[in-house]
């Protein structure tokens, strides 16, 4: 997050150019200092120059660390910019070219073929030029012709599917809960006392875990009595299951930033194991 | 207008219904006809994502026109998507000119690798300090509820990684707290997700009923 | 509620922001720079993902999606490289795709690698299929028919009648498939895959999203799951093949211990002043 | 209720009451032998004469240290003389008679409950006997039964040896030459395979002349006679026949020659692609070579090319080393059961002793009756269904063979084996898919069979068809180029050239460069302007024959359905060994008739449907209610109260409320809900004389906000306190907003903050500041992986639905309040139906019922 002070005095400001004066400098010494390896192919420096590049612009989005500035600014809208046209030309190369462009003018080898893919093809053609239509704002309700066969056809195919995905895949196992561990436990699993009584215990929890939150997202009563109680108990075990996700995302952005201190460290400055 | 709206929204009813009642129809026919829709909209997918990637460029442009706040940076955005798009272009002719050997240079892909990659993946890395200097300064136990989820996310956070493992050692039980981490993620945790999953469901599925019935209209865009 | 703190206290607090970001940037470096080897058990989910490819043949296909972007590389990346080299230490023929333009390139950069290890083929031992639009259009697509979907591969080079897709005419002939994924991909993959054309379906996905898919994983809609760096390190392990992601471990502890003492001391403080707060009444 | 029922029950109940530390041990088992009277042995009565069962009933200290070992005398004498051989020692939780499916009597629910209390087991005399196997079958076999407890000691035991580690993928190979020899054999294979297809193609070639020869020596021919019958003016009847024949082999000789062309071409057009990349890469190696030489020189080059031999020599040495000489032996103390005295079942003292003897029974035929084929339902018409009733003698060496025959008007043609099942499996119950779950169809068969599998059409005589079909549309100078096979021999000649250099690379490193250079310059100048040549003519029969491929799937994929929809006659026998029984009919193999037809509606799928349907008119329903009546009740959101305190507070402290928006667009749900609860945060502000700053990252939402706040301050009365300054859009990108609202945030210190909406990896930095600056902070966001961030961070969160709720409570937005209604349904249903099914199935599972068509309501095909 930005440091506070955005009140910067002018002082400040002319010492942190020094500063960025020296690290830039820094910075481009220990670049120099990455070896041309033995035996590398002719176009290493290309590599290089990229791996140099990269590392620049990994230590400036790390400059937000510091505050918001111009430099992250710039970097940020790079590889907004850069990713954008990556996808235009990926669109173009997977998409839209081998959909519409090799299938009409390259691989028919007869002109009857041709006649044939026209039209199989043209129907999604049309629509989809339609959709370039929501562009022009007087020209834009040509698009709905398109969106709302695609919304449409998803919203229709959807509900079977989530009933089937969401609903009685999971409820079905919701339902053998307590009954899978006690019924048809294979014989010589049941010996023990505790190896049935253990996942009874935690099937319960479960019980009472997906039938408390889901009361706690009930709106059609007031939670007063032992609603308030259950809906009580469906906090908590939210606030449970917050806690994992939260951990995950605590592991999961650290991995992120290991991954990119060993870029900074091995491939850049080439140190460590 | 009535061919401004009205087609449209039966339009989607239709095919709402034909794609709801094909789910139920095992005929060769119905096959036919999703595989017949799916290879449209995959088609139709390609003219979808340039209008998405038009939004954004569109959003920029404006910007820059209307000279908002920090327009100057939008400027890089046009730098990184002419660098980029030129580059796919050349390599696009050349590939028409000559065949290419599999090694020859392609700054398309250097780009992509020494610019987009390392911004793109270092972005989040930086939450990495934001968590660190927030769990010292603001992830508090206020009530009972944050103190669970502060509990539970040591657990988990401690059972994740190895150390835990010596730890348990120590202790005795080497698993223990990678046993505890994983009892958390399949007991309440699931619980819970499922739960939700099973409200979302179904406020996704009301959802689609609004879209058919064209009460939900907000995804119709473009003129009115 | 306290009331607001002065401009001074903001400033001191800016000031303990900076020493955490150095602390954590020193955990993270010290234990990347050293090479302690720390070992540890896969956890299970990771262990059935393992088996189930295992047990698959040699030549038989199985379909990997890679549904992430650069911003997840860090910890699919190592996942991935991890995957593929045990499809093509078995001499499984992986059929590589994405959802997301933006993975293409990754996708490319990993399969590429783990192929050249091994002297791997395009088109006889491996296909990547590149990326398509379409969603879940694209998934009911390649169950109705493969080739229909990806006409060509990557390369360009025709999917009819290639070798390394003998006998796979669309999804229902796939024994398994694996989704890498940071976003809803799984999902998906598991709403318009897997109940309908009935393959396994295995999962590798970012930390952050782990944990909402144990529903999936006890009603048995998913056979593993991957779960962020430590899932990649399951499996380098499983794999007896310890890379980036092991290597990474040691730093995740470190890491992870300062943040749970940082939270720890300071709720200590925290509830410490409660209390004598109320003790004051 | 059943001993096991009863267990079971007070697990359950102590499960819940006692906590874990609190539970004693289990004390070690006091060994009673099962009852004598219960312990019998038997031959099956359908078996293959190997086994003799086994079956006693359950001692009551079952325990899992407890086994149960089972001793065999093979003749009298042995018995007499108490010789005894051990043949099985089984832990005493071992399965059960009901688990043996083979032994299920599906009739009696009764025998089947019995069975729940015996053990059983099946023992070979051949295999325990192995010595004299071939005369046991005949003898009497005596058992005895014991049961024997277990006690563990430790022991010390050699180590198992850990795994060698594996070797590194890559082989090791020279560094700099490993790559240029690899490309050089790839090479040599391509280029030998492309010459096998061109001397191939000369071959055609020559057939084809003679054909073309054979049609010219005709014309010449003809034009001879027709001289001659012009000054003779006879023969007619040779002219006549010359002229057919002239025609028929005019007839043949395009397709003919055509077709050839085609399987010609294509192979030849990829290999010489294929060869070309190659070349290219060996261009590459050769580069790399180049380089390699140059950084070190030639002699250094072969210096290391030594030292890496010797390196080589030396791993080998040590690997086989390592892999011979034996570990050094490790001991580890592990744990090993040793048994205690086995306590016999005794009769009048003695071991009670069982005899049998195994005899096969004869295999019965498949009774006739219940024996149908028909088409499988709700399928896309591919399948039919033939199924039969079980029979007794079926055991796990007998199987069934189904077979299959066309049927041409009414009469069936020869039967082929169409499939051939394990008869103890392919039960009809095995799919409820298809047949549901009814127990009637655990007494049946069934097997599913393609037709379109068992009598595949032709695919060649399709394909030659559709080739035909397309040359028909091949434009007119598409005539194969006859002097194609002329140029074959110069390429042949630098292919031959080519593959000799390829094969001389590897001698040494300088001829390696050498030779590669010279070769590849001569292939440069001959080869690849030739190849060039061919890609170009062959590139159009390529694409042809890719045309023709698809439209052949296209023709295969409708001749399979149009083979489905024929009608077959299909039989089915039971096999042992040699012997074969067919199901007869009067003392004829009785034939069922079917056709496979596409159904219309997929019957396992009605659950779905119903649930659908259902729900669906249930939230449409609630939405006209809600038109008709805007307030439906909601319950209050608990976060909806702490708004009105949050703004007193700024009131009291004179300081400004912020609504910081998510990143989410106008068109998410969530977002809409944020701009309800924005209103009302607004009205109060006004209402109060509070400022309110909203922050907006997207234009469009900040169109709308400035909207909403103005009406809400007209409402309030006060439209002259209403600044549009004050709803601004701050930022554009994520991290530039967080860093530009938290700059506010730090600077004007509101006394409250809401952060509605959705919201990506900024709310984490948002929260942060906001709670830094002492602010009371209310959120409310669906997107569930920030809610953490929020519940520790912010007084209050409305999580997830809890903000469509709140926002449907304050906007009273019939399509919400309906649909918000429609899913509260949806849910109880849902907590109904867990909560009572789990009930019901448990109380079933501890009585020994089986209620489990409760759940298998809820199968999801």
């Known amino acids: 997050m930005a440091a506070p002070q955005e009140t910067t005095s002018r002082s400040r400001r002319t010492v942190e150019l020094v500063v960025l004066a020296v690290l830039f400098v820094a910075f481009a010494g220990a670049s120099a200092a990455g070896k041309r390896p033995a035996n590398a192919p002719d176009d290493w420096w290309v590599t290089r120059l990229g791996v140099v590049i990269a590392a620049g612009l990994t230590l400036i989005m790390y400059s937000f660390l510091y505050r918001d500035n111009p430099l992250f600014k710039m970097a940020e809208n790079l590889f907004v910019g850069v990713a954008l046209g990556y996808g235009v030309i990926l669109t173009w190369r997977q998409s839209l070219k081998p959909e519409i462009i090799d299938p009409l003018f390259i691989d028919p080898p007869h002109l009857h073929a041709f006649w044939m893919e026209l039209a199989r093809r043209s129907a999604p053609i049309v629509l989809g030029a339609l959709l370039l239509t929501r562009i022009s704002r007087r020209a834009g309700w040509l698009s709905r012709y398109s969106y709302t066969l695609m919304v449409g056809w998803g919203a229709g195919l959807s509900i079977p599917i989530t009933i089937h995905t969401y609903v009685l895949q999971q409820l079905k196992p919701s339902l053998g809960l307590v009954s899978k561990v006690l019924g048809d436990a294979p014989a010589g699993q049941q010996a023990s006392f505790w190896s049935t009584a253990l996942p009874v215990l935690g099937d319960l929890i479960i019980l009472a875990g997906i039938v408390s939150v889901l009361f706690y997202f009930f709106f059609s009563v007031e939670h007063k009595g032992a609603g308030s109680f259950v809906s009580q108990l469906g906090i908590w075990f939210l606030m449970v299951s917050f806690g994992a996700s939260f951990g995950n995302t605590v592991m999961g952005r650290v991995s992120l930033l290991i991954g990119r201190m060993r870029f900074l460290l091995h491939d850049w400055l080439g140190l460590g194991p | 207008m009535w061919y401004k709206l009205t087609i449209p929204l039966i339009l989607c009813f239709v095919m709402g219904l034909l794609a709801f009642v094909h789910e139920f129809v095992p005929h060769p026919w119905s096959a036919a006809f999703r595989e017949e829709m799916t290879t449209w909209f995959r088609i139709m997918g390609g003219f979808a994502m340039f209008i998405g990637l038009y939004a954004l460029l569109h959003l920029h442009v404006s910007r820059i026109r209307r000279q908002q706040a920090g327009w100057g940076y939008s400027a890089f955005v046009f730098l990184g998507a002419v660098l980029t798009i030129g580059a796919g272009v050349f390599e696009e002719i050349r590939a028409a000119v000559h065949d290419v050997p599999e090694s020859a240079f392609s700054p398309f892909d250097w780009l992509y690798d020494y610019v987009q990659v390392p911004c793109q993946a270092t972005v989040f890395s930086i939450l990495a300090f934001f968590m660190a200097s927030a769990a010292f300064r603001t992830f508090r136990a206020r009530n009972l509820g944050a103190a669970l989820l502060l509990i539970s996310a040591v657990v988990v956070m401690f059972g994740r990684v190895p150390i835990s493992e010596e730890v348990g050692r120590l202790a005795g039980a080497w698993d223990i707290f990678p046993r505890a981490a994983d009892w958390l993620m399949e007991y309440p945790n699931m619980a819970v997700k499922r739960a939700i999953y099973i409200g979302i469901s179904l406020g996704a599925i009301s959802q689609s009923l609004r879209v058919l019935f064209g009460i939900e209209r907000s995804y119709l865009g473009g003129g009115s | 509620m306290s009331s607001p703190p002065s401009q001074a206290a903001l400033r001191r607090l800016a000031v303990t922001r900076r020493i955490i970001y150095l602390l954590v940037a020193i955990a993270v470096a010290v234990p990347t720079l050293s090479d302690l080897a720390c070992d540890f058990k896969p956890s299970p989910w990771a262990e059935k993902v393992f088996k189930k490819v295992e047990s698959l043949k040699p030549g038989s296909p199985i379909l990997l999606s890679f549904d992430f972007d650069p911003a997840a590389m860090e910890e699919l990346h190592p996942m991935g490289l991890a995957l593929l080299r045990h499809c093509f230490k078995n001499d499984l023929h992986p059929i590589l795709m994405t959802h997301w333009p933006s993975g293409v390139g990754i996708s490319k950069q990993i399969i590429e690698k783990a192929a050249k290890e091994r002297g791997k083929v395009s088109g006889k031992d491996y296909v990547f299929l590149g990326f398509k639009p379409g969603d879940y259009n694209l998934i009911l697509n390649m169950g109705e028919s493969l080739q229909g979907a990806f006409d060509k591969d990557f390369y360009k080079q025709p999917t009819q009648g290639m070798p390394a897709l003998e006998g796979v005419r669309s999804l229902k002939d796939i024994p398994l498939v694996i989704d890498l994924a940071a976003g809803t991909a799984i999902e998906m993959w598991i709403a318009y895959g897997r109940d309908r054309f009935g393959f396994d379906l295995g999962a590798g996905c970012t930390a952050v999203i782990t944990p909402d898919l144990y529903p999936f994983l006890s009603s048995g809609q998913l056979i593993g799951v991957l779960g962020g760096l430590r899932g990649a390190a399951d499996y380098e392990t499983l794999l007896k093949r310890p890379d980036r992601a092991t290597k990474g471990m040691q730093a995740q502890s470190s890491t992870h211990v300062l943040i749970i003492l940082l939270i720890l001391g300071a709720n200590v403080h925290y509830l410490s002043r409660r209390m004598g707060a109320y003790a004051k009444g | 209720m059943t001993r096991r029922g009863a267990a079971r029950c007070t697990a359950f109940a102590l499960g819940l009451l006692l906590p874990a530390a609190a539970w004693p041990a289990e004390s070690a088992p006091g060994l009673a032998p099962p009852p004598a009277s219960s312990f019998q042995a038997f031959t099956h009565p359908s078996d293959d004469g190997q086994t003799i069962n086994l079956e006693w009933g359950r001692s009551r200290d079952e325990a899992s240290g407890v086994y149960y070992v089972v001793e065999m005398a093979s003749n009298e004498a042995d018995y007499k003389a108490g010789r005894f051989r051990r043949v099985a020692r089984i832990p005493s939780l071992a399965k059960l008679k009901s688990d043996e499916k083979r032994l299920r009597n599906y009739e009696d629910e009764a025998v089947n409950r019995a069975n729940k ?691 449907a409570y304050l906007s009273r937005e019939p399509k919400m309040l309906g649909s918000l209604r429609g899913q509260d349904v949806g849910k109880a249903v849902v907590m109904i139906a867990i909560v009572a099914g789990t009930l019901a199935l448990t109380l079933a599972a501890a009585l020994g019922y089986d209620w489990s068509i409760i759940q298998k309501l809820f199968e999801a095909f």
């Open chain 4, 117 to 807: 209390q015996l053990h059983y087991l099946a023992v070979e005399p051949t295999t325990a006997y192995p010595d004299d196997a071939k005369t046991v079958r005949e003898r009497d076999c005596y058992f005895r039964l014991a049961i024997v407890g277990t006690r563990m000691t430790k022991e010390k035991r050699p180590k198992a040896p850990e795994p060698l580690p594996e070797k590194p993928e890559a082989k090791p190979r020279m560094p700099v030459l490993a790559a240029a020899e690899a490309k050089s054999e790839e090479f040599l294979k391509q280029l030998e395979s492309l010459q096998g297809t061109l001397t191939k193609a000369t071959e055609t070639k020559k057939s084809l002349d003679q054909l073309k020869r054979q049609l010219d020596a005709l014309r010449q021919a003809m034009a001879e006679a027709d001289k001659s019958s012009e000054s003779l003016g006879q023969f007619p009847a040779f002219l006549g026949t010359l002229a057919r024949a002239a025609e028929a082999i005019e007839r043949e000789w395009r397709p003919l020659a055509t077709a050839l062309y085609l399987r010609l071409v294509g192979p030849i057009e990829g290999q010489s692609a294929g060869v070309t990349v190659v070349h290219d890469e060996c261009l590459g190696e050769l580069r790399a070579l180049d380089q390699a030489l140059a950084n070190r020189g030639p002699a250094a080059l072969r210096h290391e090319a030594e030292h890496w031999r010797e390196q080589q020599a030396q791993e080998e040495a040590e690997a086989k080393l390592k892999a011979e000489t034996p570990r050094k032996e490790e001991y580890e103390e592990v744990e090993v059961e040793k048994d205690g005295e086995p306590v016999f079942v005794s009769e009048g003292g003695a071991p009670k002793v069982v005899k049998a003897r195994a005899t096969l029974p004869p295999l019965v035929r498949p009774q006739a009756e219940g024996f149908r084929a028909f088409d499988l339902p709700s399928d896309d018409g591919a399948d039919i269904a033939v199924e039969w009733r079980r029979t007794p003698s079926e055991n796990r060496r007998t199987a069934y063979v189904v077979e299959i025959a066309e049927v041409k008007d009414g009469v069936p043609g020869p039967f082929e084996k169409a499939a051939e099942v394990p008869s103890l499996g392919a039960e009809k119950s095995d799919q409820p898919k298809f047949f549901g779950f009814s127990e009637a169809n655990k007494l049946l068969h069934c097997v599913r069979v393609q037709p379109a599998a068992a009598f595949p059409p032709d695919a060649l005589a399709l394909r030659q068809r559709v080739i035909e079909e397309q040359m028909a549309w091949m434009p007119a100078d598409w005539a194969p180029d006859t002097d194609f096979p002329q140029r074959l021999p110069p390429l042949l000649a630098a292919l031959s050239a080519y593959v000799e250099a390829a094969k001389g690379i590897c001698a040494d490193i300088e001829a390696l460069r050498g030779g590669l250079a010279a070769k590849l310059e001569l292939a440069d100048k001959t080869f690849l302007p030739e190849l060039a040549g061919y890609r170009a003519y062959a590139d159009r029969l390529g694409r042809f024959d890719a045309h023709v491929g698809s439209r052949l799937a296209d023709a295969l994929k409708d001749a399979k359905q149009e083979a489905s929809r024929r009608s077959y006659a299909f039989r089915v026998a039971i096999r042992r060994g040699e012997e074969t029984l067919h199901i007869q009919q009067d003392n004829k193999p009785k034939d069922a008739l079917a056709a496979a037809r596409p159904n219309l509606f997929k019957w396992f799928k009605l659950n779905n449907l119903v649930l659908s349907l259902a729900f669906c008119s249930v939230v449409y329903a609630f939405i006209g209610l809600a038109r008709r009546n805007p307030n439906l009740f909601i319950r209050k959101i608990a976060g909806l109260d702490a708004v009105e305190e949050a703004i007193g507070r700024a009131t009291e402290m004179g300081r400004p409320v912020y609504f910081v928006h998510g990143l989410g667009g106008m068109g998410g749900l969530s977002t809409i809900a944020a701009v309800n609860i924005l209103a009302r945060v607004a009205r109060r502000a006004a209402e109060y004389d509070t400022r309110v700053r909203v922050m907006n990252n997207d234009p469009i939402v900040q169109a709308v906000s400035q909207e909403v706040v103005k009406q809400s301050y007209t409402e309030a009365g006060r439209p002259d306190a209403y600044n549009a300054d004050d709803v601004a859009l701050v930022a554009p990108d994520q991290f530039s907003y967080v860093a530009a609202v938290g700059g506010l945030m730090v600077r004007e210190q509101p006394a409250t903050i809401f952060l509605m909406g959705y919201f990506f990896a900024e709310s984490l930095l948002l929260a942060e500041t906001g709670a830094s600056t002492g602010a009371i902070q209310i959120a409310g966001t669906d997107s569930y992986t920030q809610i953490p961030f929020f519940i520790t961070a912010c007084d209050y969160t409305l999580i997830g639905e809890e903000i469509f709720a709140a926002s």
